[in-house]
């Protein structure tokens, strides 16, 4: 009995070899399948209430997202010339803030995946070759990437063909070109991926930030120079198109996308084809290449990924303790501990700080070049509606950052509650030091990009302070909601926080916060139309910013006491 275990443990390498290298990927592929199909049942057996809330949230993001696009794209057209000039344009703009992210956001998933999970160890142990390994987690980062983006790209496509009455082939012309593009910035965020595991094994978050903060200075040079012109100067045409002209290069996977969709949309279909065969060739091409060199270098890369960092996190930790000094000054030493302890954890997920730098980061990029893109902002009523759709856009991301990254933080402190009970800090100062701790962050931000969005509107001053203070009063309302649904609703078993922020607390904690925001916005909205742009504060106006300000402080104090009360009597 003691050979027979040996005899077969030695079989199963050689059956496996003999059955090839697609096998072997094959069999990787149904495994993954299988997890995914048992979760997705498990969820549904479990959790619908999740599911439909999520779906419910998909489709009023999706009619919101549809009817943006369609009022963009019939205000484009009012003017033909502007018009002809204006959606290609559009295309290529939307393209090519696609590849920045696209490929971001695939480095840091593939550099997760490759070298940071304990199941790539199991994997590379087993007989799988290192190519097969590559390519599964390269599917799985592009489909964890771009699946937002594919759905983005639906309601995109419907307004399109509702406003231009496009005909059948355009339908399957856009689908095509727009699922083709995913894998080339994919391609570039997995080689990036490597690059930093090989170069910078030591400090990857750091190498990858670095990286990003270069290209968005030079994006942001770049679009700065574009708009640096008066909007009435003669030269400001001549200008732009000598600018613009660089990122509608013909060797540019950007520019072949927004070709061929601009000639989807003016019918000319076989022209189209043409464009959609180039990014299909690309795309396996630069996958193709992609794969084959991190393959090749994967265990290496892997070996030197697995080098402590311990000393410049310890240098990173010093920074982000002295940050938080400043940013907590006002709480008392053992809360200003506990803020200072999550605002590290913050920072040492890339997954979190870099989803809301790119997002803060775009949002900040169009709100102070909004002045120079819209040209008729002389019109009080557009800058009245580019100014309330400013605010939207910030409310409703504020909104889901708090759902995805304020919600989880209670639950996270179940392992460790223990020990943070040896703190003199009882359990409702501890549910309060968080709050203020995301109300300190979101401040900052969602306070930051209005006013920037103000200013360069050059709104009156009493819209000026109804934006500012209805954005604070949000952030007041969207902190407390997720801080208190987190106590009530906590999930102590789990250490992932996008599974804690995807569970059935957080769809709720989600459902309620875009609640809150679409009531403060409602208001906000009635009571601009109603006083109009006026250059005094009125008594009218005021009434309505106190009741937007009452409604998120009252909504913020409900969910804080319910969780407070919960989480205090909770046994972990």
């Known amino acids: 009995m003691s050979t027979d275990v040996p005899v077969t443990c030695l079989t199963m390498p050689s059956t496996a070899a003999a059955a090839g290298p697609q096998a072997d990927l094959k069999l990787l592929l149904r495994i993954r399948a299988a997890v995914l199909r048992n979760a997705l049942r498990e969820a549904i057996r479990k959790q619908p209430v ?11 993001i999706w009619g919101g997202l549809y009817f943006l696009l369609w009022a963009t794209f019939v205000q484009v057209r009012r003017q033909v010339l502007e018009g002809i000039v204006a959606t290609p344009l559009i295309f290529t703009f939307f393209f090519l803030a696609l590849t920045g992210m696209l490929a971001f956001s695939n480095a840091i998933l593939s550099y997760g995946s490759l070298f940071r999970r304990k199941e790539s160890e199991y994997l590379l142990a087993a007989p799988f070759a290192p190519r097969d390994i590559v390519i599964v987690r390269y599917l799985e980062s592009l489909a964890l990437s ?6 983005l ?18 339908y399957p012309l856009f689908l095509g070109l727009f699922l083709l593009f995913i894998p080339m910035p994919g391609a570039l965020g997995l080689l990036m991926a490597w690059i930093v595991a090989m170069v910078s094994p030591k400090t990857p978050r750091r190498a990858i930030l670095l990286v990003c903060v270069v290209i968005l200075m030079i994006g942001g040079w770049w679009a700065w120079s574009i708009f640096r012109t008066p909007v009435t100067s003669s030269a400001w045409l001549k200008h732009f198109y000598d600018r613009v002209s660089l990122v509608q290069n013909a060797m540019l996977p950007h520019t072949w996308v927004s070709k061929g969709i601009n000639s989807a949309v003016q019918g000319q279909t076989s022209l189209a084809l043409f464009y959609l065969w180039v990014t299909l060739a690309n795309a396996l091409f630069t996958s193709l290449i992609a794969v084959g060199i991190v393959s090749r270098g994967y265990v290496p890369a892997f070996a030197r990924a697995q080098v402590s960092g311990a000393g410049s996190a310890r240098g990173t930790g010093r920074i982000i303790a002295g940050i938080a000094e400043i940013l907590f000054a006002y709480l008392p030493k053992s809360q200003r501990l506990l803020a200072a302890k999550d605002l590290r954890t913050f920072f040492r997920d890339p997954l979190q700080w870099s989803q809301m730098a ?4 775009l949002l900040t990029l169009y709100v102070s070049n909004v002045q120079r893109l819209w040209v008729d902002l002389g019109e009080s009523h557009l800058q009245l509606l580019i100014g309330f759709l400013n605010l939207t856009a910030v409310s409703l991301i504020l909104a889901t950052f708090t759902s995805r990254f304020v919600f ?14 040896l703190l003199p800090l009882s359990r409702s100062r501890m549910v309060i030091a968080k709050f203020l701790y995301a109300l300190t962050i979101t401040l900052i931000a969602g306070i930051g990009v209005m006013a920037v969005s103000v200013y360069r509107l050059q709104l009156s001053q009493p819209l000026a302070v109804m934006h500012v203070v209805t ?18 609703l906590p999930v102590f078993t789990e250490r992932n926080p996008a599974r804690i922020a995807g569970g059935f607390g957080g769809t709720i904690s989600l459902l309620l916060s875009v609640t809150l925001v679409v009531a403060s916005l409602v208001a906000v909205g009635f009571m601009t139309v109603r006083e109009g742009l006026g250059d005094d504060i009125t008594s009218g106006m005021m009434g309505w910013i106190a009741g937007v300000v009452l409604a998120n402080v009252l909504a913020a104090g409900v969910a804080m006491t319910a969780g407070i009360r919960h989480f205090s009597r909770v046994e972990v």
């Open 408 to 421: 989880p933080l209670i639950s996270l402190e179940g392992q460790q509650l223990w020990l943070l009970g």
């Open 358 to 361: 790119i997002l803060l980061g």
């Open 50 to 60: 999740r599911i439909i809330g999520t779906i419910l949230s998909i489709l009023l």
């Open 471 to 488: 954005i604070a009063a949000i952030c007041v309302g969207l902190c407390g909601v997720s801080i208190g649904m987190g106590a009530r």
């Open 153 to 170: 790209g639906l309601p995109l496509m419907m307004a399109i063909a509702r406003v231009f009455q496009e005909q059948w082939t355009f």
């Open 146 to 151: 771009s699946w937002s983006l594919v759905l």
